[in-house]
T-cell receptor, first 113, second 116 residues
């Protein structure tokens, strides 16, 4: 079974630039999560999708962050414009409906200079 | 609000020995779920073990076991017969519902190094 795929693995941008991350969950997983993991901290949920609908985006900085999952499969997370404090690893995870285990991707390490 | 605290930023253990990682949490809920996740240097996070608060019996998965003290709000992870592959960041996590993970809270993590 293929795992959660993310790209790119690394990205370096200057502040005020835009960046987009892509995630392809495990086939058949209805729920998809985006987490932000700042160095030295645990992951923090940004947004959760169930199929193509948003379940919770209360911790997503909506003035600069956006995410979509148009066809209920893969998802993109965008930051526009980026700030220095956005430097972090962005993790994508997926899970089956009614199952507790989340499967994580390898993450995208973003550095904003 | 639920909080998760891991007070040991770094720990080390000799190969084949036993190590215990600590975790405390704060909640007013009676039913909830606790997890330990492992994040190796490659960054792919995987679930190690979980515990349902309504179960008194401590969860065990091969060399990994937990000591769940509900009254003390403590949830420690014991790794027996440590192996080099156990070297990783370990995160304790709390969720009110495993079927609605949008409220999962992670601790800051403990970096474990297993020495040969």
């Amino acid at each position: 079974e293929a795992g959660v795929a993310q790209s790119p693995r690394y990205k370096i941008i200057e502040k005020r630039q835009s960046v987009a991350f892509w995630c392809n969950p495990i086939s058949g997983h209805a729920t998809l999560y985006w987490y932000q993991q700042i160095l030295g901290q645990g992951p923090k949920l940004l947004i959760q999708f169930q199929n193509n609908g948003v379940v919770d985006d209360s911790q997503l900085p909506k003035d600069r962050f956006s995410a979509e999952r148009l066809k209920g499969v893969d998802s993109t997370l965008k930051i526009q414009p980026a700030k220095l404090e956005d430097s972090a690893v962005y993790l994508c995870a997926s899970s089956s409906l009614g199952h507790y285990e989340q499967y994580f991707g390898p993450g995208t390490r973003l550095t904003v200079t | 609000a639920q909080t998760v605290t891991q007070s040991q930023p770094e720990m080390s253990v000799q190969e084949a020995e036993t190590v215990t990682l600590s975790c405390t949490y704060d909640t007013s809920e009676n039913n909830y779920y606790l997890f330990w996740y492992k994040q190796p240097p490659s960054r792919q996070m995987i679930l190690v073990i979980r515990q349902e608060a309504y179960k008194q019996q401590n969860a065990t998965e091969n060399r990994f076991s937990v000591n769940f003290q509900k009254a003390a709000k403590s949830f420690s992870l014991k790794i027996s017969d440590s192996q080099l592959g156990d070297t990783a960041m370990y995160f304790c996590a709390f969720s009110r519902s495993p079927y609605n993970n949008n409220d999962m809270r992670f601790g800051a993590g403990t970096r474990l190094t297993v020495k040969p």
